[in-house]
């Protein structure tokens, strides 16, 4: 099969994750018979210091064309004193997702046997610990009416019926292929929109009688998922909740840098992404750990081009490296980012 995919390495530590994942991209094609098209695009800070703009034209274009995205990550220092849509997040991924409306964001937390020792957490709660967070990606305060005035300055947040409707939909649908249980998260004490998001939540349910429903509010969802994270399956919720929740999950998976996530809308399109950032702090050092990334290309292959074997032997090579020990120092090892590329790669083989 011809892989045509459109690969955005972005800033900081993208590019670096990005070749690591090329890399056993490229062993599995190898070992499959498969080709790489690879249409790499500027996105984020680096296309704003060579194209002028944070999202070019041709970057969005490919993304269509293709509708497989592998994407490393936006930002950084160095565009920090930019504002609004002139940002790498703002103006390059933050209109990626919402052009393509990539409104479902899946982002799994299950830790690895061999990292239980890595988290800041103690083994025992992690042990069993197996959940998705389907968070809403194209609404909310990230994409309100934002701006200053001679009081100060204000982010709106709104969401539609339809908005949760759809994403409600996603996330039991999803229980329905697990443990059958959703846990929905807002704010609804404090926040019309999280009313609004429980009453479609419930009102949704009602076509999923065998999918158990719960509600919990976001601040005692942050205890829940730590001391006891193996009691939920599908965490339902909004945008702004689902980046800081999903942040919180990574530890009790031992790093920021070893889950993967996708986002998806009513087509095939999707796009590929770990959920860590640019890590401006250890970027050009060939430390960061290239996992998440390697497990983002594996989702591409399994979601945009039905490549199940091959997506199962990426993400087997991973365990396999995992526990060999043979990972980046975020986990404790000592390996640099190609380097463990490299060892996954050969387990794919
Ligand atoms: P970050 O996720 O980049 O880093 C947080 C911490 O986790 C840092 O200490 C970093 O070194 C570590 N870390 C992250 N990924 C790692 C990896 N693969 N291996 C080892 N360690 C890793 O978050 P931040 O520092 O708050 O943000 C830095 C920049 O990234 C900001 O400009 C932010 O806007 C951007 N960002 C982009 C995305 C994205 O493009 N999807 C996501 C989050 C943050
Ligand atoms: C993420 C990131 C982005 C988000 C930023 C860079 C806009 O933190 O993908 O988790 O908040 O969605
Ligand atoms: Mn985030």
């Known amino acids: 099969m011809n892989i045509n995919f459109t690969y955005l390495p972005g800033d900081g530590i993208g590019p670096e994750i990005g070749t690591a994942a090329l ?94 020792d890595a988290a800041p957490i103690k083994p025992e709660y992690l042990q069993g610990v197996d959940f998705v967070i389907m968070r809403e990606l194209t609404g909310g305060i990230y994409f309100g009416d934002k701006g200053r ?4 300055a204000y982010d709106e947040c709104r969401y539609t019926e339809s908005e949760v409707n759809r994403i409600a939909i996603r996330a039991f649908e999803m229980a329905r292929t697990r443990r059958k249980k959703v846990t929905s998260v807002d704010k609804s004490n404090v926040l019309e929109t999280s009313r609004l998001w429980r009453e479609v939540v419930n009102e949704t349910a009602k076509d999923y009688p065998d999918v158990e429903l719960e509600h919990t509010l976001v601040d005692a969802m942050a205890m829940h998922m730590l001391s006891r994270g193996k009691d939920f399956d599908v965490i339902l919720t909004e945008n702004m909740f689902g980046d800081i929740l999903t942040d919180e999950a990574a530890m009790l998976c031992g790093s920021m840098g070893v889950i993967p996530s996708a986002s998806l809308g009513a087509g095939k399109l999707g796009l590929f992404e770990p959920i860590h950032g640019s890590a401006p702090d250890i970027a050009g050092k060939s430390l960061a750990n290239p996992i998440a990334m390697i497990l983002s290309g594996a989702w591409m292959l399994r979601s945009s081009f039905g490549l199940n074997e091959e997506a199962n032997a990426i993400e087997h090579a991973v365990e396999k490296a995992l526990d060999a020990g043979q990972c ?9 980012t190609l380097e463990v590329a490299d060892k996954i790669a050969d387990y794919v083989d």
């Open 23 to 116: 890399r056993v991209l490229n062993a599995t094609a190898v070992a499959y018979g498969h080709t790489l098209d690879i249409e790499e695009h500027l996105i984020g800070g680096i296309a704003i210091d060579e194209a002028g703009v944070p999202l070019p034209t041709d970057t969005l274009e490919s993304a269509k064309k293709t509708g497989a995205i592998l994407l490393g990550a936006v930002g950084g220092p160095k565009w920090d004193h930019l504002k609004g849509g002139d940002r790498p997040e703002l103006g390059g991924l933050l209109p990626l997702r919402k052009t393509l409306e990539l409104y479902a964001n899946v982002r799994p937390a299950k830790p690895y046997t061999a990292l239980l």
């Open 149 to 152: 005035d001679n009081l100060g």
């Open 328 to 336: 980046t120092a975020d986990l404790g090892g000592s390996l640099s």
